[in-house]
């Protein structure tokens, strides 16, 4: 079924360890988007691509590094992970065209740091 | 700069009543402003977007929310609240004057009560 997935959707890693989030979309939008939720703040942007090999920085970009090589795949690094890293994150799209348009989001990956 | 406010963390409604779930914002210019919904271990869904025209949006599920520009509001209302209305709800905001994408608040968590 066509939509957007997120791998994994549980996982636990300690201090320093290299931790990766993949997002994977079925649409072929041209916009994707890494968000972390966190209680009392909501949503916070920490990346998003425009396109393949086009990507930029969202509101809480550090510690964090992501690519866009296909169109379809939109992995979130986080290269040393911290305990503040522990959140939950959502990776979302949407199409080309005017920016009018609304997100659709996978079902999250919850990441503990221990 | 863009900002939205939700200023009740819990909001508790009789199944049966209405609801009304507050949100502000704050841009320099015409506002895109999008309300969406997170149900228990779920990624976000969209309910409504007010982009331009009529004050008075209607979604998803029976929802609505209406544009006051010069309260800077966008209520979540519903006439009937019913149990399976209990949720997450997230107000957003973009201000299509600048670079910047969706900015989110920190959300209302709804809960109807039978």
């Known amino acids: 079924d066509a939509g957007i997935t997120q791998s994994p959707r549980y996982k636990i890693t300690e201090t320093g360890r290299q931790v990766t989030l993949m997002c994977h979309q079925t649409w072929s939008h041209s916009y994707m988007f890494w968000y972390r939720q966190d209680l009392g703040h909501g949503l916070r942007l920490i990346y998003y691509?425009?396109?393949?090999?086009?990507?930029d920085k969202g509101e809480v970009p550090d510690g964090y590094v992501v690519s866009r090589s296909k169109t379809e795949n939109f992995p979130l690094t986080l290269e040393s992970a911290t305990r503040s890293q522990t959140s939950v994150y959502f990776c979302?799209?949407?199409?080309?065209?005017?920016?009018?348009?609304?997100?659709?989001f996978g079902e999250g990956s919850r990441l503990t740091v221990l | 700069a863009q900002s939205v406010a939700q200023p009740e963390d819990q909001v508790n409604v009789a199944e049966g009543n209405p609801l009304t779930v507050k949100c502000t914002y704050s841009v320099s210019g015409n506002p895109y402003l999008f309300w969406y919904v997170q149900y228990p271990n779920r990624g976000l869904q969209f309910l409504l977007k007010?982009?331009?025209?009529?004050?008075l949006v209607k979604g998803s599920y029976g929802f609505e929310a209406e544009f006051n520009k010069s309260q800077t509001s966008f209520h979540l209302k519903k006439p009937s609240a019913l149990v399976s209305d209990s949720a997450l709800y997230f107000c957003a905001v973009r201000d299509p004057g600048s670079a910047r994408q969706l900015t989110f608040g920190s959300g209302t968590q709804l809960t109807v009560l039978p």
């Open positions: 691509s425009a396109a393949a090999d086009i990507t």
């Open positions: 979302a799209s949407r199409g080309q065209g005017p920016n009018t348009g609304e997100l659709f």
């Open positions: 007010y982009i331009t025209g009529d004050n």
